[in-house]
């Protein structure tokens, strides 16, 4: 056989196959998968279902073609909505559409094609729009907390008089910037009407929320290094340290050495301005709680603890949490984690969890104490903030890497708190000059009530002590299954905003909010 006739054959051949693949796909109306024999094995071939040929909005005096289904304020209009094939309405065939997600049901056949309508919802009340700000040293993230009856439809990010920025997302991040440069934010929302709010702000790049505060005309002006290596501002008197958060009156007890801002729950937040219930009181904690059930080992004067043992790091392991932390998952609101759960848990990001909270259970080095290994035995053990406070009253904000309780992303202290809260340490209520030694109160965190601390006392006649605050206005100790009331404390991330002044008209206050 020559070679233009070989050439020829395989031609025809070729020919044949390709009419039959384009004969099946013309017979495929009916049918939603192919098989094409071949000489060996076969092509399966799966043709779509539909095509959406085109979708509009009805917007009441003018319909508009749009390439993409509106995410809110729409409804489906099902009446003009229609799936043809072959100019023959397809029959069962249903479109759906419900969260700005369009779906097709009962949508068999090959070739089918959709026109999609969508109605304009009538909306005459405006959206409400507060925006909130962080910063890094080169950038700025604004969010939008935007509500309407209907949706949000767009949001408008600006800076200074730049160029809007049009999206869906309710946030945005401003990169390139310069620290300590001023800049103006602005946001505007639009609902699918066209209702519109907006809101603007000056941000500082770079501007830390404890950098506020010791900006203020009411900043803290004692000062001590603590565990961070850098200089902690703290609080003393009655000073105007008022903080406003997540519906709650807090004071803050100081700005941390990496400039977040340490606070102490204070009370609902039911008026704008705090009246004598969020000033001393059983409304100025979440409830009364023992510190753990067990008092006759060592172990038990950790927030988190061991098990019995001769070893000391077995017996302050971080294995057990404390009653009143309670369980990763509990929902006992007199306990912090179950009340961080009920009340916190959505502002996470604006809280810190890597500056952490000391529990200091490091024993004395004084020869004449304990060593603080476990057991149910008659030797005492004195840890660090008793032989601190009551010997001579030096306090102090250093705190071991092991015992300093930071959450499980940390990149310092022990890693083991599910959750960024803690309680207020012996020395930082000594700073305030509540004392073993002496009655304050004239001090902010007097409350007349007792309330606990997390900083460990001593291990004594068999039975494990913590220190708490006392309705007498002193510092003293209790032994751990007692009750004594919870005062939540947090930490405000650095990089946050804060507005305000700190007194009880114009609290320091978190930009979110």
């Known amino acids: 056989m020559s070679h233009i006739k070989r050439n020829i054959i395989v031609a025809v051949i070729v020919v044949f196959i390709l009419s039959a693949i384009i004969l099946s796909f013309t017979q495929a109306k009916y049918r939603t998968t192919e098989s094409i024999p071949l000489i060996q094995g076969t092509i399966n071939f799966s043709p779509s279902d539909f095509n959406i040929v085109a979708m509009y909005l009805n ?31 397809v029959e069962n065939g249903n479109i759906l559409f419900e969260n700005g997600n369009l779906t097709f049901q009962n949508m068999n056949y090959s070739g089918t094609k959709c026109s999609v309508y969508f109605d304009l919802i009538p909306d005459s009340e405006e959206p409400t729009l507060s925006i909130s700000t962080s910063s890094t040293d080169n950038s700025i993230t604004v969010v ?11 949001y408008y990010f600006k800076i200074d008089n730049g160029e809007e920025i049009r999206l869906e997302e309710n946030s945005y ?37 404890g950098d506020y505060v010791l900006a203020s005309e009411n900043a803290p002006t004692e000062s001590t290094t603590d565990w961070t290596g850098e ?20 004071r803050i007890i100081r700005v941390n050495g990496d400039r977040s801002v340490r606070i102490i729950y204070q009370g609902v937040a ?27 080992n060592n172990m038990y004067v950790g927030f988190k603890y061991g098990s019995n043992s001769s070893d000391y790091a077995t017996t302050h392991a971080n294995i057990n949490n404390s009653a009143i932390l309670g369980t990763n998952n509990s929902d006992d609101t007199t306990t912090l984690n179950g009340w961080y759960r009920a009340n916190l848990i959505e502002y996470a990001n604006y809280l810190d969890g890597n500056v952490g909270f000391c529990g200091d259970r490091i024993p004395s080095t004084n020869s004449s104490v304990g060593n603080g290994l476990g057991g149910t035995g008659n030797t005492d053990t004195y840890y660090g903030s008793y032989m601190r406070l009551t010997n001579n009253g030096n306090p102090s904000l250093q705190c071991d890497n092991k015992d300093l309780y930071t959450t499980t992303d940390s990149s310092i202290g022990n890693k083991s708190l599910q959750y960024p809260i803690g309680l207020i340490s012996a020395d930082e209520v000594a700073l305030t000059k509540i004392t073993y030694n002496s009655s304050n109160k004239g001090s902010y965190l007097y409350t007349e009530q007792n309330y606990w601390t997390m900083s460990p006392s ?22 751990v299954n007692s009750e004594n009331g919870v005062r939540p404390v947090i930490n405000i991330h650095p990089d946050t905003i804060l507005t305000g002044s700190g007194t009880t008209t ?8």
């Not at 609902?191 to 830390?208: H, I, P």
């Not at 200089?231 to 807090?250: E, H, M, R, T």
């Not at 001593?458 to 032994?479: D, E, H, I, K, Q």
């Not at 114009?506 to 909010?513: A, I, M, W």
């Open 506 to 513: 114009d609290p320091f206050v978190l930009s979110v909010e």
């Open 59 to 89: 917007k009441g005096d003018e319909t508009v073609s749009t390439k993409k289904a509106p995410h809110v304020g729409y409804t489906l209009n099902t009446e003009q909505s229609t799936c043809v094939v072959d100019d023959e309405e």
């Open 173 to 209: 991040t401003f990169e390139g910037l310069v620290k300590d440069d001023i800049h103006t934010i602005t946001v505007r929302v639009e609902d699918a009407v066209g209702n519109v709010a907006s809101d603007s702000r000056e941000v500082t790049v770079g501007l830390k929320s």
């Open 231 to 250: 200089l902690s501002y703290y609080y003393i008197g009655n000073p105007n340290n008022w903080f406003k958060f997540a519906g709650f009156y807090w």
């Open 458 to 479: 001593a291990y004594s006649n068999n039975a494990a002590f913590v220190f708490n605050v006392r309705t007498t206005g002193y510092l003293s100790w209790s032994r």
């Open 144 to 154: 939008a907390n935007a509500s309407d009856n209907v949706g949000i439809y767009y």
């Open 270 to 296: 039911d008026s704008d301005i705090p009246d004598s219930e969020n000033i001393t009181g059983i409304s100025t904690q979440v409830g009364n709680q023992i510190f753990n059930s067990s008092y006759n």
